[in-house]
C-alpha cells in the first residue's frame, strides 16, 4: 500500500463537550470572578505573597488581576510526572489526553470483604486496599480508600501514608491534616527517594488539597499549596462543587465557580515559586434535590467532568478527575452502569488522574470489589479509546485472498500474530457458555470479584521496602506520636 499524506493510522475515540470557544468565555468569566469578586484566603504567608504579587487585599479577601492569572497560567508545568517508589520507573505521565486511574481516599466506611459487613475503615482495612491496588493491572496510583480510625486521630495522616507507601509501590496521591502532617509525609518520601533533590527529580506522591466551596481557601489548603511550592512537589488542588448547593445550579456556571476556584489555589501555588507542578482539576457535580446528597452517579457529574477534561486541555494543565464511582449503597447493577458511564466517558475525554475508582454510597464507602470489579471496566474503555488501526497489516487484503471464499482464519499466522493485541482479553467477566458456566462458576460477577480481592489480601505480596527505610518512616510517625501526646 503506498503511503498517504495527512493520513491518521489510528484514530482514537476521543469525546469533548466544550468547543474552545466555549472554553475561552468560561476561562474569562472565571478571570472575571477573581478580578471582580476575589477569593478569601486565610493564610497569612500566602496573603503577604499574593500582595507583593499585585493582589488586591482587603482583610482576607484577595482579588486577584487578569494578567496575575494569565502569568501563572505560563509559568506552570503542562506536564507533570508521578514515579514508582521501588523501581522510580517514571510511570504515570500528565500531558494531553493521558488517562490513567486510581482509587479514592478518605471514606469513613469501608465493606468487609470476608463479612460484607459495612464498617469503619481501620489501618488494616486500608492496608488490604493497597495491597489490591498494587495488583491489579490497570489500577495506576493509589489513594487509601479509608480514613485510618483505629489511631490517634491528631496523627492518623501519618499512620494512613504509612500503611500506603508499605503496600504499594505505584504513585501515591495522598491526603494530610495540615501542613504538619504534609511535612511529615514529605520526610518520609525524601528517605525513601534518598534525599530532597532526589524526590524532587522523580515525585512518587502528590498531595490532595481542596477549597472550600464557594471562593474560600481555608488555612489548611493555601499553607499546603504554599509548602508543595517551596519544595517543588507536585500538589493536587480539587474543588469540590454541588450544582444548586455550593455553586450556581447552571452547568455553566458549575463549571466557572470551580474554576474560578482552581485558578486562585493556581495564583497561591506559582507566586510561592514559579514552575511548581501544579494538578487542576474537581468533583463537579449536583446536589440531588431530592436527598441533598453530593452525587456521584448522576448524568450532570459525567457530562460536567468531561467538560473540565475539556477546558484543562485547552489551559494545557494536568487534570484530577473522577470515575469508577457510584451513589449506590451496595455493589449492584446499579452500580456497575453508574461506574461503567463514568470511566467510559473519562477514558475519552482524557482527564490525566483520575481518583475514586472503589467508591460506593456517594464517596462515603470503599468496596475492594468495586474497586476489581472497576479494572476490568478501565481495561475495556482503554480498548475502546485505542481506537482501530489502517495499515497494511490490519487490512489484510493477502490474508483474505489466501482464505478465499467460504475458507476460515483460525490457522491463518496473521491471526496468531495479531488476536491479542487487537482483542480484549477479559480477567473478570465470564465468556462461557450456558452449561459449562452452570457447573464451573454459577456466580454473580460482584461474588467474583469479591473473591478476587480476598485472593490478592491473602497470596499476593507487594515489593517491600528495605528494612531501614521502614525503620526510619515508623520512626517519624512515632515521633508524630509523641508530640501529640503533649
Known sequence: MRSRSNFKANASTMLSVLSDRQCEEIVMAAEEVLERTGVTVYDDEALETLKKHGCWIDGNRVRIPTALVERCLRSAPTRVTLCNSRTGSRDVLLQGNNAYFGSGSDTPYTIDPYTGERKRATKESVGWACKVLDALPNIDFVMSLGIVQDVPLLISDRHQFEVQVLNTG???????????????????????????????????????????????HAWEAASKLVLAAKKGLPVVYTPCVMAGGTVPSTMAGVLVNGLAESLSGLVINQCTREGSPFIMGGVFTIMDMGTTIFSYGSPEFNLLMAALADLAHYLKIPMFGTAGCTDSCVVDEQAGIEAAISIAMTAMSGPNLNHDVGYIEYGSTSSLEMLVLCDELIGMARRLT?????????????????????????????????????????????????????????????????????????????????????????????????????
Open 170 to 216: 505505584k504513585p501515591i496521591v495522598t491526603t494530610a491534616h495540615d501542613i504538619y502532617g504534609f511535612a511529615d509525609i514529605i520526610e518520609m518520601c525524601e528517605i525513601i527517594a534518598g534525599g530532597e533533590e532526589e524526590l524532587r527529580r522523580n515525585p512518587f506522591m502528590t498531595l490532595y488539597a481542596e477549597p472550600i466551596s464557594p471562593l474560600q
Open 386 to 486: 485505542r481506537g482501530i488501526e489502517v495499515n497494511e497489516n490490519t487490512l489484510a487484503l493477502d490474508v483474505i485472498h489466501d482464505a478465499g471464499p467460504g475458507g476460515h482464519f483460525l490457522t491463518q499466522k496473521h491471526t496468531f500474530d495479531n488476536f491479542k493485541k487487537e482483542i480484549y482479553k477479559n480477567r473478570l467477566f465470564d465468556h462461557q457458555h450456558y452449561e459449562p458456566w452452570k457447573e464451573k462458576v454459577n456466580r454473580p460477577i460482584t461474588e467474583t470479584a469479591r473473591l478476587k480481592a480476598i485472593d490478592i489480601i491473602e497470596n499476593y505480596e507487594p515489593e517491600p521496602l528495605p528494612k531501614d527505610v521502614q525503620k526510619k518512616i515508623r520512626e517519624v510517625v512515632e515521633r508524630a506520636e509523641k508530640r501529640a501526646e503533649l
